[in-house]
């Protein structure tokens, strides 16, 4: 779901002791000239304006770029020399201002763009312009002072050499689920798949299996506090169990809530499943405008996305980190603070389950650290705590009724008459799921006499019913 750019394209200057100084015209012609500026020059006294002005690059769409910690960055060039991102519509005075701004929604910890060093021009590195500007009109002056204070940024310079390896992995990613394209989930396999552990990892393998699941780690063990606290509705889990048990094929759908920069507190209020068939491209708009909608309608922003594996353990793949990561940044770059995106995966028949219950994982993914940057990021456990709805609400209830009509005649529906195990329906496994998930028994009865319908319906067996519901 995308972020419509600004109205108003907003200017943001950032980039601290990077920031290039703005000069006037007739500074810029100064520099050329041993008797003017060029006599005291630095590194920041040549700015995109006077590379444009001499000829060295060109305005464009899309010719600038910043690949960081495995993410690409693109940008047009405007013909004042500043630069705009083509994700947001933001401006940026100068490369430093971008990489900065940019580097810092991967990795919040970022002090620094090192802009010259790591934003490129149509695939060459500024820097590299800078040092043919002075060979041109300075070609007495110190080629030290090109990279004066870049030195200590080598970490950009490994990140831009790496580039090669993240897109040839990129290669094994291109199916994995964007929150701007539901219908990519590829369908996983029932063979038995054993997790391992991230510090097993190591750097990105373009032969690796991206289906390899991957073992959470807490933030404890990496030395971090969890930076958001979150707060689930008891209707999202019932509803997103609900469409995680219907079928044996992989399921996808978004979070609605909303985020608290005061409390640091992510609400999520609302679950929308996606009702479209994974491979349905052609539907897969649809859905997502209707989502979109309801989002809007109801006021609540986007702030999650849930999947099911529906037969294997629920952990993250390698596949589901990478996505994982690609959402966090989306809902980071559509604002100028901070806001988390929560993944959630839902292993609803998955026999090493404790008990009958749906195991459900809610995730969160740390950037791998700066030195390796084509590392995979690390994905570690979000503590959740569960709200108690009090009833069961409409808007639940048609969702499931909804879900129910979508796959009643889907060739991978669940025939819950069938067994789960010696002792237990399908049936009597999603009441159980549900009165985990209800949480009272009260509003635990009152959901059961609506599965009943709704189940006995999906199976065909009291078709009587549905006119009555």
């Known amino acids: 779901m995308g972020s419509e750019p600004p109205l108003s394209p907003q200017v943001v200057e950032e980039g601290g002791e990077e920031e290039e100084e703005e000069l006037s015209g007739g500074e810029e012609s100064d520099l050329r000239t041993p008797s003017g500026r060029g006599s005291l020059l630095t590194r920041r006294g040549i700015t995109l304006r006077v590379l444009l002005k001499d000829g060295l690059v060109e305005p464009g769409d899309g010719v600038l770029s910043i690949h960081y910690l495995g993410k690409k960055f693109v940008g047009d060039l405007l013909n004042d020399g500043k630069i705009r991102w ?7 005075n100068s490369p430093s201002a971008w990489a900065t701004h940019c580097k810092r929604l991967v990795n919040p910890a970022k002090k620094s763009g090192c802009g010259w060093a ?9 820097v590299q312009y800078k040092t043919s500007w002075l060979h041109k009109y300075q070609p007495s002056a ?50 038995e798949r054993i997790p391992v552990r991230y510090c097993t990892l190591g750097t990105r393998d373009a032969a690796r299996d991206p289906h390899t699941l991957v073992e959470l780690s807490a933030f404890s063990a990496i030395n971090r506090f969890q930076p958001f606290n979150v707060a689930v509705s008891s209707n999202v889990l019932l509803l997103m169990d609900f469409h995680c048990h219907l079928t044996t094929s992989e399921v996808v759908g978004y979070l609605g809530g909303r985020w608290d920069t005061n409390t640091q507190l992510l609400t999520v209020l609302r679950a929308f499943p996606c009702r479209t068939r994974l491979a349905d491209r052609d539907s897969a708009s649809a859905v997502e405008e209707e989502i979109c909608q309801n989002l809007f309608m109801r006021g609540l922003s986007l702030v999650g996305w849930y999947h099911s594996h529906p037969r294997g353990p629920a952990l993250p793949s390698l596949q589901d980190i990478d996505s994982q990561m690609d959402h966090q940044l989306r809902l980071q770059g559509s604002s100028n603070g901070f806001q988390p995106c ?24 740390v950037p791998p650290p700066e030195q390796r940057p084509n590392d995979y990021g690390i994905p570690v456990a979000v503590e959740v705590t569960y709200v108690q709805d009090n009833f069961l609400t409409s808007d639940v209830l048609n969702e499931m009724m909804l879900l129910v009509d979508f796959y009643r005649a889907a060739p991978d529906l669940v025939q819950f008459h069938q067994f789960w195990c010696p002792d237990t329906t399908m049936m009597d496994k999603i009441k159980v799921c549900s009165y985990k998930n209800s949480l009272t028994t009260e509003l635990h009865t009152n959901l059961n006499f609506w599965l009943d319908i709704l189940l006995n319906y999906y199976n065909s067996l009291l078709n009587a019913f549905w006119p009555f519901i």
């Open 342 to 365: 929560l993944g959630i995966i839902c292993g609803p028949y998955y026999h090493g389950n404790q008990g009958v219950a749906s195991t459900i994982t809610p995730f969160w993914v």
């Open 142 to 191: 110190d080629m030290s002072l090109v990279s004066e204070g870049e030195d200590d940024e080598m970490g950009d310079e490994e990140e831009e050499e790496g580039k090669t390896t993240v897109s040839t992995d990129d290669k094994n990613r291109k199916n994995k689920p964007e929150l701007h394209d539901i219908s990519l989930v590829p369908r996983r396999g029932d063979r």
């Open 86 to 92: 083509v994700e947001t519509g933001q401006i940026f």
């Open 118 to 126: 790591s934003v490129r021009y149509r695939g060459q590195k500024l």
